[in-house]
């Protein structure tokens, strides 16, 4: 067979998939009811990538609260908006995805924080820290208070046990990675709370760790939990990124710190790690554009995969399946994940 190593199967947690190709998370725009379940469309768009043999399908991020940083209806999908119109929607789309053989992860979403669009929130942006907002320095951003992220972790968990009973094979965790909301939490630069999610790297860790922790409480030992995690946030200013080739100190978070937080995340229990780099200071490191070189990622994968024994997917220009393959073969992923061209 061509490309053999791409469709050897592989394990997350306890799921077999049939191949090493996922098709990554992207926007679900157009795709949600306004109860925030998926609309006819939206499933019709999962089941068309299973027939055509995807090994694992994530879908874009669903949210998990309307509480703390609620968003405008329809936005995204979220299993805690009204659970059983959700589950009804998701139970259908997800046993015929099984019929092709595929399986489907759920994206859930901790917040956006800093870098959510002031068109999309219906209240003042919330953060670790107070900062402005990436889209509009005018907007600052409130601290969250040591309950609300208390609050934020619990929704996760039971979010996810709905999604186990929707039929999704497993969650990836959004994200440490881009800047999001939890990502916000690992780094100095963005969290400067003086309370247990602050301060020290094991208290700026925790907010992913304890979210783990509980999430495997309610929704199973057994469920699988992926995070999508960027190893280096290639920033060198607010709002300015490194350049390929570029050399200058990274204010986010550069490649040690990445494996640090790595193996702690390893260690907490996460089942694996789809992998990239770049936030929305960098925004072509985190959204490659089409002159990106190809495998762009692949230098930062191959080095967390030195230091990790769960699976690595790499995202980032790897449409070419030669390159895909190669990457396997070479250690550097254990699997890919494709999105846009």
């Not at 963005?190 to 409480?217: C, H, I, W």
Request: proline share 6%; charged share 25%.
């Amino acid at each position: 067979m061509k490309y053999e190593a791409l469709f050897r199967p592989m394990r997350i947690g306890t799921v077999e998939l049939k191949n090493r190709i996922s098709m990554a998370p992207m926007g679900l725009s157009g795709l949600v009811t306004s109860e925030g379940g998926f609309t006819p469309r939206g499933v019709e768009y999962f089941v068309e990538r299973a027939r055509n043999d995807v090994g694992l399908l994530i879908t874009g991020c669903a949210k998990v609260e309307q509480l703390v940083e609620p968003f405008v209806m329809p936005s995204q999908p979220d299993p805690m908006y009204n659970p059983a119109h959700f589950i009804q929607t998701a139970i259908e789309m997800n046993e015929r995805i099984h019929a092709y053989g595929s399986k489907i992860f759920l994206q859930m979403t901790f917040g956006f924080g800093r870098v959510v669009h002031p068109g999309t929130a219906t209240r003042q942006p919330v953060s670790p820290s107070r900062i402005g907002n990436f889209w509009d320095d005018s907007i600052t951003c409130r601290e969250l208070a040591t309950e609300e992220v208390d609050y934020l972790i619990e929704q996760f968990a039971k979010a996810a046990l709905v999604a186990r009973e929707s039929g999704f094979d497993g969650i990836e965790v959004h994200a440490v990675h881009e800047g999001y909301l939890l990502d916000q939490f690992t780094m100095e630069l963005f969290n400067q709370r003086t309370d247990k999610y602050g301060g020290s790297f094991e208290n700026r860790m925790r907010a992913p760790v304890d979210l783990l922790k509980r999430t495997k409480e309610v929704a199973g030992a057994d469920f699988p939990v992926m995070v999508r995690f960027g190893l280096k946030s290639y920033m060198k200013a607010f709002h300015q990124g490194i350049l390929p080739g570029e050399e200058a100190v990274d204010i986010g978070r550069d490649v040690p710190e990445g494996i640090e937080i790595a193996r702690v995340l390893e260690d907490a229990g996460y089942d694996a790690f789809n992998a990239d780099g770049g936030v929305y200071d960098s925004w072509y490191w985190a959204h490659p554009p089409m002159y990106m070189h190809e495998g762009c990622y692949l230098h930062l994968t191959e080095k967390l995969k030195e230091v990790v024994k769960v699976p690595v997917i790499s995202a980032g220009k790897l449409g070419d399946p030669a390159v895909a393959e190669r990457a396997i073969i070479e250690g550097r992923a254990d699997g890919v994940s494709l999105g846009r061209p």
